[in-house]
């Protein structure tokens, strides 16, 4: 045998005891596999989360996670029992260490943030920004954005069954906090998917939809089926992209009679005009990847779609080592199925520098996950360059290491860019998080922060 820098193995995938914790000590097997049971039992604060954890869940955390809440969250909390559950999997919160054993867990980490893990320094970069794609400045209709050529993004709804602590979308999706209003649709329901489905209609040059929202398992199930029954009777629609952390988050969910009789005769209808219809979820680490997660794509695959695919997100503390990475992709693609598809860079929203890796470390880690899994399921490592897209992290045309700044060309227009002669030879910034640059260029953003360093001028 050759010693690799990765030792590949495969592990059995377990269900964590759920019964380890105080407050579902009693819950039964049935209760735990209905969606239901699980979305009644969600954890929205922090009085039901010492609810369920007892008092082996320290006075200190409770103190940092409340703080966290009312001076720094982007998102509200909403913990699915699935996902509480696969945090620190092998202890329960009697046992010596639990706390700190919660603080360290990579789950814990993007799920329940606390205060502490935040940076003191530079919680925010200067040019985070709600909404940092832009994504509603390219709404084609409400909420259905056009930024590449021949795919659309279609918002179907702002919220989901679990909330991330990072979520991209947090200007759209979810309950505002004490520091963050959340936009409001203006349209009804039904009128903006309408639209939506009118918009595609009238533009021929879209072909692929990704629907997502928030996530669509929160979406009432006759309506989604509609909805993507709609899509099915566009001409022009080939690809189909259904986006639901919940196939991880509440996998009852897409077990459910209901769910599954409906993705059934999807799936015929897909097979019968030779389009694609696909899951995309969003796993993070291993260990969320359990036998309750794969049987949701087992069962999501016996419907006949064409694949289930997962879109993580690399976050320090959770996932930023090539052994988290090649653990994660190889718990889903051996024992779920999941094929491994992305890894997307933390979106520069406010509050998430702590969660953020510099473009240079995830270049880095895309070289060290090569050559273990097949290519087809290597995940790539992209970064959403505002204005531009995602771009694979090796793409970078230019890199200023010292100022941490990054430029990006594309290669297409955005919907907002059709007169604009300067869009394909312009380069667009992104930023890596000032603490980890070099002292001279930490000194240039405080300066500029003072007002002593000019402006960026960046885009003509
Ligand atoms: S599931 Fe997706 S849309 Fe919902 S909070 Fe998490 S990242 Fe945001």
Redo the contacts with the bound molecule.
């Keep these: 045998m050759i010693d690799q820098p990765y030792a590949y193995q495969r592990r059995e995938l377990t269900e964590p005891d759920w019964r380890r914790f105080p407050g579902w000590a009693e819950v039964t097997s049935a209760q735990w596999e209905s969606a239901q049971w699980q979305r009644a039992h969600c954890v929205k604060n922090l009085r039901q989360l010492r609810e369920v954890a007892g008092p082996g869940l320290s006075d200190a955390f409770c103190a940092d996670l409340e703080r966290d809440q009312s001076e720094r969250a982007t998102?509200s909390m909403l913990v699915p029992p699935q996902m509480l559950n696969t945090m620190v999997p092998t202890a329960g919160p009697g046992e010596p260490g639990f706390t700190d054993a919660f603080y360290a867990d990579p789950v814990r980490r993007y799920m329940i943030p606390v205060f502490s893990d935040r940076r003191a320094d530079w919680p925010s970069h200067p040019y985070a920004a709600r909404d940092s794609l832009h994504e509603a400045e390219m709404w084609a209709v409400e909420g259905l954005t056009h930024r590449y050529p021949t795919k659309v993004l279609a918002e179907l709804l702002p919220t989901?069954p679990?909330?991330?602590g990072?979520?991209?979308?947090m200007d759209l999706?979810?309950n505002p906090t004490p520091t963050i209003t959340k936009h409001k649709f203006g349209q009804g329901r039904d009128d903006r998917l309408a639209a939506m489905i009118a918009y595609l209609k009238a533009t021929p040059g879209v072909r692929d939809v990704v629907v997502s929202?928030?996530?669509v398992a929160n979406l009432p199930w006759p309506r989604l089926e509609a909805f993507v029954a709609d899509l099915l009777d566009v001409e022009n629609i080939r690809d189909i992209r259904l986006a639901t952390?919940a196939l991880m988050?509440m996998p009852q969910h897409w077990l459910g009679d209901e769910v599954r009789a409906g993705m059934e005769r999807l799936g015929a209808r897909a097979r019968e005009r030779g389009v694609s219809i696909a899951i995309h979820t969003?796993v993070n680490a291993a260990q969320s990847v359990t036998p309750l997660v794969a049987r949701a794509a087992q069962a999501m695959l016996d419907t006949g779609i064409r694949d289930v695919r997962n879109q993580g997100v690399l976050l320090r503390g959770v996932n930023d080592s090539p052994e988290a990475l090649l653990d994660l992709s190889f718990a889903l693609l051996d024992e779920a199925k999941i094929m491994p598809y992305y890894l997307y860079m933390c979106d520069m929203i406010p509050g998430s520098e702590h969660w953020r890796l510099s473009l240079a470390e995830a270049q880095h880690l895309q070289h060290r996950i090569m050559g273990y899994l097949p290519g087809f399921a290597t995940p790539r490592i992209v970064c959403d360059v505002p204005y531009v897209g995602k771009r694979w992290v090796h793409q970078v045309s230019r890199y200023d290491t010292d100022l941490g700044i990054s430029y990006w060309t594309k290669n297409y227009r955005t919907g907002i860019e059709a007169g604009d002669e300067l869009a394909l030879s312009r380069e667009y910034p992104y930023y890596d998080p000032i603490y980890l640059l070099p002292a001279h260029g930490q000194q240039w953003w405080r300066d500029r922060d003072r007002g002593r360093a000019p402006e960026l001028t960046l885009v003509p």
């Excluded at 990072?166 to 979308?169: A, E, G, V």
């Design positions: 998102m989901c679990q909330y991330c990072h979520c991209t979308r999706v979810g929202g928030g996530d952390k988050g969003h």
